[in-house]
Nanobody
Framework: QVQLVESGGGLVQAGGSLRLSCAVS????????MGWFRQAPGKEREFVAA????????YYADSVKGRFTISRDNAKNTVLLQMNSLKPEDTAIYYC????????????????????WGQGTQATVSS
């Protein structure tokens, strides 16, 4: 059984930063491409960022490009999302997800292609 546990959410003022962490257990972490998604109240879940199994390939939604950075530490079974220059519209529950199907240098932006999900962590940005 694979488990994903997010942490690091909280309340921050616009322009501030948060660092989300996702700890993965249960299987070999390096087998998974990883992604971050978010869901704001009344909205559908949306893609935020993804990183390949190798860690060398990353991809971002246009809305966060240049402000967010995804990274992974395969030795610590952890994926991080550094969020800078936060805006009120970044307020959402953030979920990390693991994708077993993508190749070593690949990733997915589609939620249905991810195999495992965390419970989410709330990030709130005040104006």
């Amino acid at each position: 059984q694979v488990q994903l546990v997010e942490s690091g959410g909280g309340l921050v003022q616009a322009g501030g930063s948060l660092r989300l962490s996702c700890a993965v257990s249960g299987r070999t972490f390096s087998w998974y491409a990883m992604g971050w998604f978010r869901q704001a109240p009344g909205k559908e879940r949306e893609f935020v960022a993804a990183i390949s199994r190798s860690g060398g390939i990353t991809y971002y939604a246009d809305s966060v490009k240049g402000r967010f950075t995804i990274s992974r530490d395969n030795a610590k079974n952890t994926v991080l999302l550094q969020m800078n220059s936060l805006k009120p519209e970044d307020t959402a529950i953030y979920y990390c997800a693991a994708d077993l199907k993508s190749g070593y240098f690949d990733y997915s932006t589609l939620s249905h292609e991810y195999d495992y999900w965390g419970q989410g962590t709330q990030a709130t940005v005040s104006s």
